[in-house]
């Protein structure tokens, strides 16, 4: 008798998602948060819940990236000039807190994550984690380097710093790059985490 | 013949150090940066160097993390109630920008990391990446789900939530917490990075 087929996975029950947090350098940060809350478009496919230090934005991927810029550009916005940081974490393939037990291997839904410009540039430092649970080891360096050649080849490089990729360009483009390099990595690795670290309207250094 | 014995690695070699940025939410940002800069002590065996996006600290663990610490601290008391958040990034065990060759495998240099107390309360969201590179594969969460039974038991441990383990309580001894799990999970594994966002003073929930 053959196993029973595993359901198909889900973006939910595969544990998609972002945590987000917009830091708008200004007195007037609340109405820059709540102005950018309320004027970002949010589908139906899409869980939010915030917490002190941010929000989880849970939903297929590229619904969860879409909405990550949106919300940037609308508090860039609504900055209208203010130095403003924003903080994304994107994670796929570990559906608990704790664990990340999944019936499946290596699961995307898509080739790539279509992001169109913002119309707001930034400066970002980028970090790629492939967590290699139970890929045989080694090698968790290999899609890191294919995700900076991926960068290089963008027009959004910038520099190898430590620990980091820096880039610079529009929020849109740099979010579309990020979320392609974490999904296309998630092809091969069931767990991935990356996380950006955005800065726009810097006082000291233009971009 | 014996093959030669490796030179011991130094806090340098094995790539040791923290990306950290203060983000102030007033108008007086600047100078709030500015001064908790020059405020802090900066040990000579700390190297500093400053980007758009973050400010680089290489040098011996204990001594990132207690600049790391002392740094949130007097901007904190320099930012006088205002809301202020801070990110900070530590990795040990890669040395280059994309690769983490070494000739030794997994090195910590003590114990644990100890940070007196800020005076200074935050939430924060924390999460841990154990990157398994040549450790045979598998079982990436174990250290992960130690660093939580750690923080259970620490009294700073407030809830789990998607993708992060949150804490509150006072912003040197969530370093200290935070940086010794990096510090243990770094015995058995050579390259880990732990990301820390801390939130002081939000105006919405208190700690």
Redesign the interface.
Known sequence: MAAPTPSAPSAATY?I?A?I?L?????R??DIITTALAATPRPPELEL?T????T?V?GPDAAVVRYCADLVAAAAHRADGA?L?A?V?L?RG?PG????TLRHGPWVDGEAVAVPDAGVRA???W?L?????????????TP??DA?ATARASGLFHS?????T?LAGDVGAILALVATAWLRTGAGVQ?V?T?L???IN????G?
Do not use: K, N
């Not at 917490?51 to 941010?54: D, K, M, R």
């Not at 984690?129 to 360096?141: E, I, K, N, R, S």
């Open positions: 544990g998602g945590r947090a830091h708008p350098m200004t007195d940060y609340v819940t917490s002190p230090v941010s989880f849970g130095h940081a903080q974490l994670s570990c807190e704790v664990t990340c400066w970002a430092e970090s984690y492939p967590l290699l649970d139970g890929q045989g080891g080694g090698a968790h360096m890191i380097m900076i190898s710093d430590h620990f980091v820096r767990h985490v996380h670290s955005l800065s810097s006082p000291t250094q971009v």
